[in-house]
């Protein structure tokens, strides 16, 4: 199907349509063969120069279409693109769409597909709820199960069903997007914990910022403190930045906040010979934090626990604008040893950010003489 549409409508002389699979390997051994085959279809193939090497197909009036792998995504950039196709997106590099491919296709106001198999709440899970948003006029998106394709027989499907857990069948054959098996927050639960709460604004809470001084992505988390739980409805997110970029902004939009950081941040000096607490203090801020960071576990297990407790019950809610929150409590995956998998940059720091109020005013368990409050 994706080949097809790369040969659909006008191709014009001598620009270029390209295939991009996760690997150049999987480029090969999957599109390659059937590039062929169609060209053989449609009677063409006569007329087309291949290059094995290349893995590009000149077309007779000197249209390429290029078969390419996103794993080394800087070959991938400087030219101008007609129609891309970017095969199991999923599994690329978020960045690989919009800082490389996006661009090649503003040339000629270009037109992208991308298809595969869901994996997760991730950046494919994203591009689909464009096509489904009017917002998005010029997106469309779609899911098919792979019965509905007719190349598979109905009882391999029942078999299937036998083999695999329920979660990786709606995931492989069913084109569902499934909440990742190792996620740290697995009591969050989309249904359950997003929900908008103007009445809020009017019942005079008092208001908690949770904050993560990493300086590629730092991050803030603002929320009302109710008697047993916490409603997020803004946060601040910042690339490349400083803590006193993000004071500034927090004392615009909430003056004399009481933060809880990072408690690194009273020893940690960035930017400057104050520590990242003392900067915040100079911008009227308060900080109420113990004088270490607990145990990573225990913040987690508190995070956790007022998602959504043993008993069922919902502590914590998060207004539908906060995408950072969902997608941070949605995606932030473990190591095999349990511990938060930091590999991937842009996930962990939002749910650190609000892990640290979480912890700080509903710890599991109870404080010792480490515990103290600053202001």
């Avoid at 997020?232 to 809880?260: G, H």
């Avoid at 950081?261 to 000096?269: E, K, L, N, Q, Y």
């Avoid at 938060?340 to 892990?355: V, Y």
Wanted: charged share 30%; aromatic share 10%.
């Amino acid at each position: 199907m994706a080949i097809d549409w790369l040969h659909t409508g006008e191709l014009e002389p001598y620009k270029s349509s390209w295939f991009i699979a996760p690997t150049y390997k999987q480029a090969k051994m999957v599109a390659w063969p059937i590039l062929k085959k169609r060209h053989k279809d449609y009677g063409i193939d006569g007329s087309v120069k291949y290059s094995e090497s290349e893995l590009t197909a000149t077309l007779s009036n000197g249209h390429i279409v290029a078969l390419h792998g996103a794993d080394n995504e800087d070959r991938l950039r400087g030219v101008g693109l007609v129609k891309a196709v970017l095969e199991e997106y999923a599994f690329m590099k978020p960045h690989v769409w919009g800082e490389i491919v996006r661009p090649m296709l503003s040339d000629y106001q270009g037109k992208s597909l991308r298809i595969g198999t869901p994996d997760g709440f991730n950046h494919f899970y994203d591009a689909f709820l464009h096509g489904q948003d009017p917002k998005f006029p010029e997106w469309m998106s779609w899911q098919f199960k792979t019965i509905d394709g007719g190349y598979i027989l109905p009882e391999e499907v029942e078999a299937a069903k036998r083999d695999m857990d329920a979660r990786t069948f709606r995931q492989e054959y069913e084109a569902t997007f499934e909440a990742a098996s190792n996620r740290v927050y697995d009591a969050f639960d989309r249904s359950k914990n997003v929900l908008a709460r103007p009445e809020l604004k009017t019942a005079k809470l008092p208001i908690v910022v949770g904050m993560d001084f990493n300086v590629s992505k730092m991050c803030c988390a603002i929320g009302y403190k109710m008697v047993d739980g916490i409603h997020w409805f803004d946060e601040i997110v910042l690339k490349d930045s400083n803590t006193f970029e993000m004071a500034r902004i927090l004392a615009e939009r909430y003056p004399r906040a009481m933060i809880t950081p990072d408690a690194t941040g009273g020893a940690r000096r960035s930017s400057s010979k104050r520590t990242d607490h003392q900067i915040l203090r100079d911008y009227g801020h308060g900080i109420a934090c113990n004088r270490a960071n607990p145990l990573e576990k225990d913040r987690i297990n508190t995070v956790n626990g007022l998602w959504m407790n043993a008993k069922g019950k919902t502590r914590m809610t998060v207004e539908p604008t906060c995408i950072e929150i969902i997608s941070d409590s949605e995606r932030t995956t473990r190591k095999p040893d349990g511990s938060i998998d930091k590999k991937d940059l842009e996930r962990s720091h939002m749910t650190d950010a609000l892990g640290y109020p979480c912890e700080y005013h509903f710890p599991i368990k109870k404080r010792g003489a480490t515990s103290i409050k600053r202001y």
